[in-house]
């Protein structure tokens, strides 16, 4: 089964409105940890956002949060006010406790911010 | 350096030559993974080093694939017999600690090209 889906293979945005991407995840453990990447076409992977099984609170940075919904076994990605720059692929990424603290990554969803 | 640095940024091979590629983490940092990012997709594992110690190998995909760490910093994944299935980009990481909050710094990657 897959660990990390995303089902949005691409999505629009107009400039300044928010947008939600969407992440599923699969895990048994108790522990572990949900990630965010944003992935440009020169190809780094930028860390984001981060959010922990037993964080309470939904993470934000800046103009990122993340909802997350551990009953469901969501953490989807919320962009406000997007911005042109903001254009590019986006990965949501799990770490699980017993897993030598590899990432697991999902298929990415390509998002495009329209002026 | 600042950040994670990968060489080259950009590879040719023949089918059939062996290739280098490396890695230069985050100075201090205790642990550094090698993923495969095949077109369109998310990273796959490969490797995770923590200091100079392979704890985790079980993303590589063939025998043919080799990666080492001597000295617990510089990094380089041998790829022997290239096959044209093998044309992939393929990124370092690397974090402070091996935990599971603490977030993983990414080079820009290395495009290998098997012709």
């Known amino acids: 089964a897959q660990k990390i889906t995303q089902t949005q293979p691409g999505m629009f945005v107009q400039e300044k409105e928010a947008v939600t991407l969407d992440c599923t995840y699969d895990?048994?453990?108790?522990?572990?940890?949900l990630f965010w990447y944003k992935q440009p076409s020169s190809g780094e992977m930028i860390f984001l956002i981060y959010?922990?099984?037993?964080?309470?609170q939904n993470a934000t940075e800046g103009r990122y949060s993340l909802n997350f919904q551990k009953a469901r076994k969501s953490a989807n990605l919320v962009i406000s006010a997007s911005q042109l720059g903001d254009s590019a692929m986006y990965f949501c990424?799990?770490?699980?406790?017993?897993?030598?603290?590899?990432?697991?990554f999902g298929s990415g969803t390509r998002l495009l911010v329209r002026p | 350096g600042a950040g994670v640095s990968q060489s080259p940024r950009y590879k040719v091979a023949k089918r059939g030559q062996d290739v280098a590629l490396r890695c230069d983490p985050i100075?201090?940092?205790?642990?550094l993974f090698w993923y495969q990012q095949a077109l369109g997709q998310g990273p796959e594992f490969l490797t995770y080093?923590?200091?100079?110690?392979?704890?985790?190998k079980s993303g590589l995909p063939s025998d043919r694939f080799f990666a080492e760490r001597p000295e617990g910093s510089v990094s380089t994944l041998k790829i022997q017999r290239t096959q044209q299935e093998d044309s992939a980009v393929y990124l370092c990481?690397?974090?402070?600690?091996?935990?599971?909050?603490?977030?993983?710094?990414f080079g820009q990657g290395t495009r290998l090209t098997v012709v």
């Open positions: 990481a690397s974090s402070r600690w091996g935990d599971m909050n603490t977030e993983a710094f």
């Open positions: 100075s201090g940092h205790v642990s």
């Open positions: 895990t048994s453990d108790q522990s572990y940890g």
């Open positions: 959010q922990g099984s037993y964080d309470e």
């Open positions: 080093f923590q200091n100079e110690a392979q704890l985790d």
């Open positions: 990424a799990m770490r699980e406790r017993d897993s030598s603290y590899k990432l697991i």
